[in-house]
């Protein structure tokens, strides 16, 4: 029987690249891993160079030190002197991580949000119809309106009836406003598995799809430890795992709030997380309990599940851990919401992340 032969894989490098480019991808790759510390991944870029032979007599990490600095990817110019990168190297990884992700999706046109129902909306189409009780004043076609008074009543004796009015047919298009948050607690680390770099390209390359393709979409980021805060988009590099226990009461709580002060009517929640939630804070005081499923805990989950499901935002749960232990309470939490729920690997959540908010945006919640 023949079997397969395995040798060591080399990646080739883009011959549509040069050495500065394909470098850059590498480095970009290590500012998400070290959470934008410039020190470190240049660090681990120039280990891997050693090991790798990534640079060539021509052109070493030195060079591709300076020409950081002189494109504007990197400065120094801070009162410690040290590496810091630049506006334009944020965009440039959430980019990168929208083409990793999201690479293979067809391109289509900016803001193209489409569903099957036409009514109040942006974008004007070339079909009319007749006035309806109900239609706002400024969707009134004068020019054709008037040619329509004309033909019914002559010029000699011109008068504008609730017949001759014509309305000019627009476009409905779905708006969302979705909220994304990350599990951000100490499991996020454990057990030699990071999952916290993946999610955090996987925000990045949502951010980025929504600002570049659907910009009248809105999407708020929180991350939730023992509490709950929101963060900005160009904060997401240097997003850090922290000695938390799992407050997904603060997280769902603070959710909700940034939906009110929102006004489209699709509304919705992704959740990222890879475990149980564990904590609930009091006051001042941190209820904690790590051990199993704390009813106190799991009930004032269940709680905000519900009231969610009230006011029409489903939630949808991204679990990436295997435990049949903790899918169960994500199963007991999808039913109470009526939202959505996803068991990913690491390597397959961008997808279904996408996956789910294209389907939802044709969604009248």
Same mark, same amino acid.
């Given at each position: ?9 080399i ?9 500065? *480019? +394909? ?9 998400v891993?070290?959470?934008? +510390? ?8 120039? +280990? ?20 950081l ?27 990168s ?17 489409r ?16 006035? !309806? ?30 017949? *001759? ?53 809105t ?26 226990? &799992? +407050?997904?009461v ?44 704390d ?11 519900? !009231?969610?499901?009230?006011?029409h ?20 939490? &999808? ?11 690491? !390597? ?18």
């Amino acid at each position: 029987m023949i079997g397969y032969r395995f040798t060591q894989f080399i990646p080739e490098k883009d011959p549509e690249k040069n050495a500065f *480019d +394909n470098l850059l991808n590498i480095f970009l790759q290590l500012m998400v891993i070290t959470s934008g +510390n410039v020190n470190e991944a240049l660090s681990w870029l120039t +280990n891997l160079d050693r090991e790798h032979n990534l640079t060539n007599p021509e052109y070493g990490i030195g060079n591709f030190i300076e020409d950081l600095k002189n494109k504007g990817y990197i400065t120094d110019e801070n009162e410690r002197g040290e590496f810091k990168i630049t506006a334009k190297s944020e965009q440039q990884i959430r980019k990168s991580a929208l083409e990793e992700i999201f690479g293979k999706l067809k391109k289509s046109g900016k803001g193209n949000h489409r569903t099957n129902f036409s009514g109040i909306g942006d974008e004007i189409t070339s079909d009319y119809r007749e006035f !309806q009780f109900g239609d706002s004043l400024e969707q009134i076609e004068m020019t054709e309106s008037l040619r329509n008074a004309q033909i019914n009543h002559g010029l000699n004796d011109l008068m504008l009836t609730e017949d *001759d009015l014509e309305i000019r047919e627009k476009e409905f298009k779905a708006q969302t406003s979705t909220v994304l948050m990350i599990d951000i607690s100490h499991s996020m680390i454990l057990y030699g598995e990071d999952r916290i770099t993946p999610a955090k390209k996987v925000a990045m390359a949502l951010a980025e799809l929504i600002t570049k393709k659907y910009p009248k979409d809105t999407l708020d980021i929180l991350v939730f430890g023992n509490d709950a805060w929101q963060i900005e988009i160009k904060d997401l590099p240097y997003l850090n795992v922290g000695p938390y226990h &799992t +407050n997904t009461v603060a997280g769902l709580e603070l959710a909700m709030d940034l939906l009110r002060r929102r006004k489209n009517k699709n509304k919705q929640i992704f959740m990222i997380t890879d475990g149980k939630p564990t904590c609930l804070k009091e006051g001042i005081k941190y209820y904690k309990n790590s051990f199993g499923l704390d009813p106190k805990i799991l009930n004032r989950t269940l709680n905000l599940a519900a !009231q969610c499901r009230r006011i029409h935002v489903p939630i949808t749960t991204f679990m990436i851990a295997s435990d049949p232990y903790l899918q169960e309470f994500v199963r007991e939490f &999808t039913e109470v919401n009526n939202g959505n729920a996803y068991y990913s690997s690491l !390597q397959g959540l961008g997808n279904l992340i996408f996956e789910d908010y294209k389907r939802n945006r044709r969604k009248n919640f």
